[in-house]
């Protein structure tokens, strides 16, 4: 594979102009706000050149991708933008200014992101990875097939509302819940879990909610997200309205699904239902958390306006007097899995914070000893004063 710097036509020329008919790109998300942002990177040095064009990324794979183009979809070199950032790897989703008549053609650069859906990885070195970019809406799919665990949804919430993202829920295979009854607990736990989230009951088998589902993501961007076997591929074709996405079944025994999607593909919804692009996602084993103390607080929003009449500014919910979240919790007005999920999921995000951020590891060694030192004092109050001998 050749350098773009090799490439004859990475020598600025100005025989032709570049293409401004962008029409065709409308369907996939393009805006006045983007072409300013195309016309700002096609000025500057490092990324002028020779007709270069637009594009959206609907497809990466091995230092190559897809994307859509004025020019029609055009496979291109990521070489050139290479970064040492991770964050900064060309992602689906991505829009870019491509030099189409390289050999083969590559990505220049990419347009500032609007959103970003990241999760930390499993290496020790505290990498982020871009799951999705420029997404408006995140569908997060639940099978009501297994035990909903509210936890890994809290989880992937915090993640979608980081990246900037308006999340819904989406309880898929509704039609394996009958019982109205149970189905009404399931949504309520649910919704517990999810303040300010739509939650929607749905199923492909059955056509159930998915009218209401495609209503509520049209127009935008939608990254479709969640474990394998929560029927995100079967969730796609219906939104879809054709099988694009391949479909396998779950395992019997323990109701896990298979890697059907190996890679994440961008798919344009149809026009007769508001339109709009689809990004499925293979299935997570993994979410980590990365940066997403924002997210924290909007996916535990009741918490936080608790926490606002604690007495005391910096109260840590643990045992501190006056603390208005931990009696909600004595009252039953705040369920207890709630509070702790939440203290699991900061600890989490702080960890990783402090993994790359030397300020912070000191900050946190040192409230560390001031939390081990009022849980002294605590202990002392409820034991009384020592007798002396």
Request: aromatic content about 4%; overall charge neutral; some cysteine.
């Amino acid at each position: 594979m050749s350098h773009p710097s090799s490439h004859p036509s990475s020598q600025p020329s100005s025989a032709t102009p570049r293409p401004r008919d962008f029409s065709a790109l409308a369907a996939y998300g393009w805006d006045t706000a983007w072409e300013a942002a195309y016309d700002d990177a096609c000025a500057r040095p490092a990324t002028a050149g020779p007709d270069p064009v637009p594009g959206r990324v609907v497809r990466v794979d091995r230092g190559q991708c897809d994307l859509v183009t004025p020019l029609g979809t055009l496979r291109a070199d990521t070489e050139f933008v290479v970064p040492r950032d991770p964050l900064r790897v060309v992602c689906t989703g991505d829009w870019a200014v491509v030099d189409a008549t390289g050999n083969p053609p590559y990505v220049r650069a990419l347009l500032p992101r609007r959103t970003a859906f990241v999760r930390s990885t499993s290496s020790k070195r505290s990498e982020g990875q871009v799951l999705a970019a420029n997404v408006e809406h995140a569908l997060i799919a639940v099978s009501l097939a297994a035990e909903v665990d509210l936890g890994r949804i809290e989880r992937f919430l915090s993640l979608a509302w980081s990246s900037g993202a308006q999340p819904v829920l989406v309880l898929t295979k509704a039609d394996l819940v009958p019982d109205e009854t149970t189905r009404s607990h399931l949504l309520a736990d649910a919704a517990t879990s999810a303040p300010g989230v739509p939650v929607l009951a749905v199923s492909a088998e059955t056509g159930e909610g998915v009218d209401e589902l495609a209503a509520a993501v049209a127009g935008g961007t939608t990254a479709l997200l969640g474990q394998s076997g929560a029927g995100k591929s079967t969730l796609a074709n219906a939104l879809l309205g054709r099988a694009a996405q391949t479909v396998r079944t779950v395992r019997d025994r323990d109701h896990k699904g298979r890697h059907t999607t190996t890679t994440r593909n961008l798919l344009p919804l149809p026009a007769e239902r508001g339109g709009g692009v689809l990004i499925d996602t293979p299935g997570l084993r993994g979410v980590g958390l990365w940066d997403a103390e924002d997210g924290l607080g909007h996916t535990f929003a009741e918490i936080e306006e608790l926490a606002a009449d604690c007495r005391f500014a910096d109260c840590a919910h643990v045992a501190e007097p006056g603390c208005a979240v931990l009696a909600a919790v004595e009252s039953g007005t705040l369920p207890e899995r709630r509070l702790d999920s939440y203290r699991k999921l900061l600890r989490e995000n702080a960890r990783l914070a402090a993994r790359t951020d030397a300020r912070l590891r000191a900050e946190q060694h040192r409230e560390a000893k001031q939390r081990q030192a009022l849980g002294r004092h605590m202990m002392e109050r409820k034991r009384g004063p020592r007798r002396r001998s």
